[in-house]
C-alpha cells in the first residue's frame, strides 16, 4: 500500500473512532465454580449473584480522579475494532514508509480538532459529553511498543486541549487495569515528561493573580484554554502517581518472588511486536494457546501442552522470519526450524553462540513436551520464560534490521 493511501485511511479510521469510539476494556473475570456450587447448594440467588459480580465494575472508579491500579494485570482485557484496523493498515505499508505513517500518527497529538460532541450519551472516556480519537493514538503507541515516542510526544506538547483530557483519562484506565503494558523504566520517564508537561500546560491555568498585594498578569495566558488546562493538571497528578503505584508492584513482584511481573510486560511487547512487524495471527495464537494452559492450577498434562505451543510458536518465529528474509534478499531457504535458524544467522540477524543457544533452547522444549507424559511447574515456568525474553531478543533484533514479515 501506498503512503498517501495509508494516510487517507488513517484519516477515515479516526474519525469515524473520533464519532463512535471502539476503546474499551472487558472484563475477563469468571466466577469461581466452587463459589457458584455453593451458592446453588445454598440456594442463595445474593450469592449467585455475588458470585457473578464480585465487584462493582468500572464505572464508580470512573468517576474518580484517584483511580486505582489493579495489580493482576489480566482481569481486564483490551478490545477495539478501529485498533484491530489500525494495525491491520500499518502492516500494509513498507518498513520505509511505517515511520512516516507513525509521525503523522503523533501529530495528531498538538491537533487543537481532535474532539467531537456526541449527539448521544457519551461513554468513557469522554469529558463535557465530548470524544476523541486519541485515546485509540495512545493504546495503539503502547500496543505497538512505541511507548517511548508518546513520551516524546507528550514532552513536546504546547496548548491543552478537550481531546488531549480526554487521552489522558484513557492513559489512567490503562495503567489502572493493564499497568504491565509500561516497563518500570517506562514509568520513570512517562512521570519525569508528565512533570514536564505539567509546568508547559500550567501557565494557561490562570490569568491574573494577587501576590503580595499585588494584581499579577500571566503574560503567557491565551483565553479558552484554562478549562481543559485544569483538567489535564488534575489527571497529570493522578496519572504520576499511578506510576508510582505501578513501580511499587514490580518491586513488590520482586522481592516477593511472585510471577515477575517485567516478563509479564515482555509478553505483552512481544505481542506488540508480532503485530507491527506482520506475522500471522497463528504465532500471537499459539502464545495466548501457551498462556491459557499456563495458570496456577494447571495439571501436568496442561504445562505439557503449554509447552508444546511455545515450541510451535519458537518454530514459526524462525521460519517466517527466514522466508521473509530469503523473499527479500532473492535466496531460497528451506521451511524448516534447523535449516530457517542456519540461514537467519548466515544472514548476520545473530552469532554462532546466539544460534546454537536457541538451538539448545529448542531441543530442551522438545524433549521435555513431547517425551514425558506431563510436565513439572518447574520446568514449564523456566521454558516460558526463556521464550518470552528470547522473543524480545530476537523481535527487536527483526525490528531494527528493518525485516517485515512478507
Not at 486541549?161 to 512517562?190: C, R
Not at 538451538?359 to 522444549?365: K, S, W
Not at 522473543?391 to 514479515?405: A, R
Amino acid at each position: 500500500m501506498k503512503l498517501e493511501e495509508a494516510k487517507e485511511k488513517l484519516l477515515q479510521i479516526l474519525e469515524e473512532e473520533q464519532i463512535y469510539p471502539t476503546v474499551g476494556y472487558k472484563d475477563s473475570w469468571e466466577p469461581s465454580s466452587v463459589r457458584v456450587k455453593q451458592a446453588l447448594e445454598e440456594k442463595s440467588v445474593e450469592a449467585l449473584l455475588k458470585a457473578y459480580d464480585p465487584a462493582p465494575g468500572l464505572e464508580n472508579e470512573r468517576k474518580s480522579l484517584r483511580r486505582p491500579v489493579y495489580e493482576n494485570p489480566n482481569r481486564y482485557k483490551f478490545e477495539s475494532s478501529n485498533y484491530s484496523l489500525l494495525v491491520t493498515l500499518f502492516q500494509n505499508l513498507s518498513e520505509a514508509d511505517r515511520s512516516a505513517f507513525f509521525l503523522t500518527l503523533l501529530q495528531k497529538i498538538a491537533d487543537l480538532d481532535t474532539a467531537w460532541t456526541a449527539r448521544t450519551y457519551a461513554r468513557f472516556p469522554t469529558w463535557k459529553n465530548c470524544f476523541s480519537y486519541l485515546p485509540l493514538v495512545a493504546e495503539f503507541c503502547v500496543r505497538t511498543n512505541h511507548t517511548a515516542s508518546l513520551i516524546k510526544s507528550l514532552r513536546e506538547v504546547q496548548r491543552p486541549t478537550t481531546g488531549m483530557v480526554i487521552m489522558f483519562m484513557e492513559l489512567q484506565e490503562m495503567i489502572s487495569l493493564n499497568f504491565n503494558l509500561f516497563s518500570d523504566a517506562e514509568f520513570v520517564e512517562l512521570s519525569d515528561a508528565l512533570g514536564e508537561l505539567s509546568n508547559a500546560i500550567g501557565k494557561f491555568t490562570w490569568q491574573r493573580k494577587r501576590s503580595g498585594g499585588r494584581l499579577i498578569e500571566n503574560p503567557d495566558y491565551e483565553e479558552g484554554y484554562a478549562e481543559p488546562a485544569e483538567a489535564i493538571m488534575s489527571h497529570l497528578v493522578a496519572i504520576i502517581e499511578q506510576c508510582r503505584k505501578a513501580r511499587f508492584f514490580y518491586l513488590k513482584g520482586a522481592l516477593q518472588k511472585l510471577p515477575n511481573l517485567e516478563i509479564e510486560a515482555d509478553k505483552k511487547k512481544v505481542e506488540g511486536f508480532l503485530v507491527k512487524l506482520g506475522f500471522t495471527g497463528s504465532m500471537l495464537g499459539a502464545l495466548n494457546a501457551a498462556e491459557s494452559d499456563y495458570t496456577s492450577t494447571a495439571t501436568v498434562f496442561e504445562l505439557k501442552n503449554c509447552l508444546e505451543h511455545l515450541r510451535s510458536f519458537l518454530e514459526y518465529l524462525h521460519r517466517e522470519s527466514a522466508k521473509s528474509v530469503a523473499t527479500t534478499s532473492g535466496d531460497a531457504v528451506s521451511d524448516k526450524w534447523g535449516d530457517a535458524t542456519l540461514y537467519l544467522r548466515q544472514k548476520g540477524l545473530y552469532t554462532k553462540q546466539h544460534e546454537a543457544f536457541v538451538a539448545t533452547l529448542y531441543t530442551l522444549i522438545s524433549d521435555t513436551s513431547v517425551h514425558p507424559l506431563g510436565a513439572d511447574r518447574e520446568y514449564a515456568r523456566l521454558l516460558r520464560n526463556v521464550v518470552i525474553e528470547y522473543g524480545v531478543m530476537f523481535l527487536t533484533t527483526l525490528d531494527k534490521s528493518g525485516v517485515k514479515i512478507n
